[in-house]
């Protein structure tokens, strides 16, 4: 089921990439509506309910307390195994487009996230380029929050380890470009272990480097957030930043995508409905009509 | 030159008799004051200097450029006028801090020979008399020393100049024997075997900082620098120090910082004896902690703090500055501080990244106060969909005068794909007084 969702979403990028279209592999009928629809399982079926109980405890978790944060937006907390994002567990986000190499949107996206947890985050990286007034708009407070600035790649990757079984903060985030397969499974295991939740913040020097995020990795969730034309107000102006959250890959779940607006001032999301005038979007219905 | 001639030549001339047991007790005070900041080996070398041994210390100072440039400046903040060289051997360091004209010197490691191959011969801390028989023969810079033939030099001179060369280039150890005051907390074990695997280090480690905690809760003290001094025996000495943000007298997090960087330590031949000295200490009482029942209890992270500042990463706290220039409006902090309970005031929306330079892009835009129709950022040209401003920020005149007139009036620009940012015209559009009139684009919002 995981190696489905991770190549569903793959094969659904890269077509885009090449043709600027969608090749569905999955029914059509899940994406129909204003809001996109995901298939929703676990708790609804109980004999899916026990068999994922049963190799839960085959797993070895039994014993540890799941928690999660949800999003508290039902559509997409249905997304998520759990109902939100899992702690005790890494989560990859990149950007899409200029995002690949700025990571702006996708930093706000974490800030809002850390700023739901309870308890201090500590974000390390080695561009230091953040613009804290922002990430303090987006709800994260500065006292709760020790950057780590440091000189190489690894560095960071030893200082979220290091963050991640400390076991007293509710959140750590990392500035990576690279994520191979074995750093990723030392943080999730550091991040099972505590029960700190690892994200990782990933973004490339260019742009043609961002197709390193197909790579798998040890992480339970991969997001891209890319921005989209914002919300319209009746004047002249910006509204409220609107962005294409894909999850692009979920442990035990099914990939999704959902426009959102950009956090508020508690790092809150929200779903919008589906705007008409994206490219992408746009080629997909013309090809369902004709 | 004799005092009643220079009192001829300059007049109302002060003359302050020379104080060399007083100098003598200032430079040993600055000894200590260093110990205690800079590094674990220091010593005084000669009426007029100091000698410290930086390997090992220099990561709590961010590396030695910053070491080396932070401690001339707190000098020159003292009233002291310091210069300060670091280089591979005490010869060298001695020499190129006395002879460069620079404030500062560093040689990186291996270079010595060709950084003080010119340099004059006073620089071998020789007798004054060996020094003139040396130029009569015409020998000026060291590098015509380093090139005779040692025979007859021993012969006329003795072996003082072949050893100061030696010690020079490094060929012969000159070990610094670290100035000692009876008030620091140091224990110190010695092998009867020379040990060197790294976990018979570590057990030690452990059993010297159990029992320095022990002295500490006698003394109501806490550590905040944690020397351990590796005596080897070849007769060498290697140290490695800790750095805490907060006095700690629990032997868990102390023996974790010191056992942490185990793998730096070049065991040679063997170690002989392990010493852990608590070279700056602080009053530390025994403080309740209420168990709480109500309220969650927040983690303390000094621990962390600790742990990832001695391994060489930079960490910081964000703090507001009251200032409307956006470079100008956060501060770091100490990543240890009490919380300072305040976010930026500001209610315009701000960039997530924020360019440390903002970069020049070619724009198309009606004066005096409209947004830009068109710009073009990183060779790519890009269409404004929409557009907010301008948010005018005038320059902090009653810091900086130059800045009584300038201002910036900053936009925040949409393009087509959605992706927003933040540029400003310098000046306001209709007064070339106030500032260029050429477009930047200072930040990318998400």
């Not at chain 2, 092998?191 to 002295?215: D, K, M, N, S």
Request: proline share 6%; aromatic share 6%.
């Amino acid at each position: 089921m995981v190696g489905n969702a991770l190549w569903g979403g793959l094969t659904r990028r890269h077509a885009r990439n090449k043709k600027g279209t969608y090749q569905l592999e999955e029914p059509l009928e899940t994406r129909e509506g204003s809001a996109i629809s995901v298939v929703s399982k676990p708790a609804l079926n109980p004999v899916l309910a026990e068999l994922r109980a049963r190799i839960g405890q085959l797993e070895g978790g039994a014993a540890r307390t799941q928690s999660v944060l949800p999003f508290a937006v039902p559509e997409m907390d249905r997304a998520l195994p759990g109902g939100g994002l899992a702690f005790g567990a890494l989560h990859e986000i990149a950007g899409g487009g200029g995002g690949t190499v700025d990571g702006a949107a996708a930093a706000l996206f974490v800030a809002g996230i850390a700023a739901r947890t309870r308890g201090k985050v500590l974000w390390c990286m080695t561009r230091p380029d953040l613009f804290f007034p922002a990430i303090s708009q987006a709800g994260l407070h500065p006292d709760r929050v020790v950057w780590c600035e440091s000189d190489k790649e690894e560095e960071v990757l030893s200082a979220m380890e290091a963050g991640l079984s400390f076991g007293g903060l509710s959140a750590v985030v990392g500035e990576l470009v690279r994520l191979p397969m074995n750093a990723s499974r030392r943080l999730q295991l550091a991040a099972e272990k505590s029960g700190s939740m690892g994200i990782v913040l990933r973004r490339w020097r260019r742009q043609s480097e961002a197709s390193d995020y197909g790579q798998p990795t040890a992480s339970a969730t991969r997001w891209r957030i890319s921005t989209l034309p914002s919300e319209r107000l009746p004047v002249a102006g910006v509204g409220r930043a609107r962005w294409l959250a894909e999850l692009m890959r979920v442990k035990a779940g099914e990939c999704a995508e959902f426009e959102i607006g950009a956090p508020d001032a508690k790092g809150r999301v929200c779903l919008l409905p589906v705007s008409g005038g994206r490219p992408d979007q746009a080629a997909h219905l013309r090809r369902l009509a004709g | 030159m004799p005092a009643s001639k220079a009192q001829a030549m300059v007049a109302d001339l002060l003359v302050i008799d020379a104080g060399p047991t007083d100098d003598a007790s200032a430079l040993w005070r600055l000894a200590l004051w260093t110990l205690r900041h800079y590094s674990p080996v220091v010593a005084v070398d000669g009426v007029d200097g100091l000698v410290m041994d930086t390997d090992g210390a220099d990561h709590l100072h961010g590396g030695e450029e910053l070491l080396l440039s932070g401690l001339v400046n707190r000098m020159r903040s003292h009233g002291l006028t310091a210069r300060a060289a670091i280089a591979d051997t005490w010869g060298a360091a001695h020499a190129l801090a006395r002879l460069r004209a620079a404030e500062t010197t560093i040689v990186p490691g291996g270079d010595v020979t060709k950084a003080v191959i010119d340099l004059p011969i006073v620089a071998l801390r020789l007798a004054a008399e060996t020094i003139q028989g040396l130029r009569v023969l015409g020998i000026d810079t060291v590098g015509q020393l380093a090139a005779m033939p040692r025979a007859p030099l021993a012969l006329r001179f003795g072996p003082e100049p072949a050893r100061r060369l030696d010690q020079m280039f490094g060929r012969v150890a000159e070990p610094i024997e670290p100035i000692r005051t009876p008030d620091l907390v140091e224990v110190s074990k010695n092998f009867a075997e020379p040990i060197g695997a790294p976990e018979t280090i570590a057990r030690y480690v452990h059993r010297l900082v159990e029992q320095l905690a022990a002295r500490l809760a006698q003394e109501g003290l806490g550590a905040l620098r944690c020397d351990l001094i590796i005596h080897r025996v070849d007769n060498t000495r290697q140290h490695l120090r800790a750095g805490l943000a907060k006095p700690v007298r629990d032997p868990a997090r102390l023996s974790k910082l010191l056992c942490d960087r185990i793998e730096s330590i070049a065991p040679g031949f063997g170690i002989e004896k392990l010493a852990v000295v608590a070279i700056l200490t602080e009053p530390l009482a025994e403080r309740q902690v209420a168990s709480s029942l109500i309220e969650e209890a927040v983690a303390d992270i000094t621990p962390l703090v600790d742990i990832l500042g001695n391994r060489g990463h930079r960490l910081f706290r964000v703090a507001p500055v009251a200032s409307d220039v956006p470079e100008r409006s956060v501060r770091r902090i100490s990543a240890a501080a009490p919380d300072i309970g305040q976010a930026w005031a500001a209610k315009w929306p701000r960039p997530s990244r924020l360019l440390a330079n903002p970069e020049r892009i070619e724009v198309i835009a009606l004066l005096p106060d409209q947004p830009p129709a068109v710009f073009t950022w990183r060779g790519k040209r890009r269409k404004v969909m929409r557009a907010d401003g301008p948010e005018r920020i005038f320059g902090e005149w009653w810091l900086r005068p130059r800045e009584f007139q300038a201002v910036r009036d900053y936009f925040v620009v949409e393009d087509e794909l959605g992706e927003r940012y933040w540029v400003y015209r310098a000046g306001d559009g209709v007064d070339p007084e106030t500032g260029s009139h050429l477009w930047f684009l200072h930040g990318v919002f998400g």
